[in-house]
């Protein structure tokens, strides 16, 4: 019996884990989407301009370009290692679900 409760615990622990990795992984796709977005508005304009403490300053375009190519890589790799923390996951509930249910009271 406390084993199967152990297991419903932990299940449920590693569901609000999941909810986390989900909501970061959204701000981060969302992000993501900002910055490409820049990259493909800064590729077709001769002009470029970055926000510093709420002012818009003009900016040299490939060092600009720069930044973001650097800042999508960075998103990327942090998305990527989130996925992998939420396949971590998945397999373990699976694992925990076959346990708590494979065995009786």
């Known amino acids: 019996?406390?084993?199967?409760?152990?297991?419903?615990?932990?299940?449920?622990?590693?569901?609000?884990?999941?909810?986390?990795?989900?909501?970061?992984?959204?701000?981060?796709?969302?992000?993501?989407?900002?910055?490409?977005?820049?990259?493909?508005?800064?590729q077709n304009s001769s002009t470029a301009y970055k926000v510093v403490a709420n002012i818009m300053v003009k900016s040299e375009r490939k060092k600009l370009v720069e930044e973001l190519s650097e800042s999508l890589e960075l998103l990327n790799l942090r998305i990527s290692s989130i996925e992998k923390q939420e396949n971590k996951l998945r397999e373990e509930i699976t694992d925990l679900q076959k346990s708590a249910l494979g065995k009786g009271d």
């Open 1 to 42: 019996m406390s084993e199967r409760t152990d297991a419903l615990r932990r299940i449920q622990e590693i569901e609000q884990s999941m909810q986390q990795l989900l909501q970061q992984k959204h701000n981060f796709s969302a992000q993501k989407t900002e910055v490409e977005q820049a990259l493909s508005e800064i």
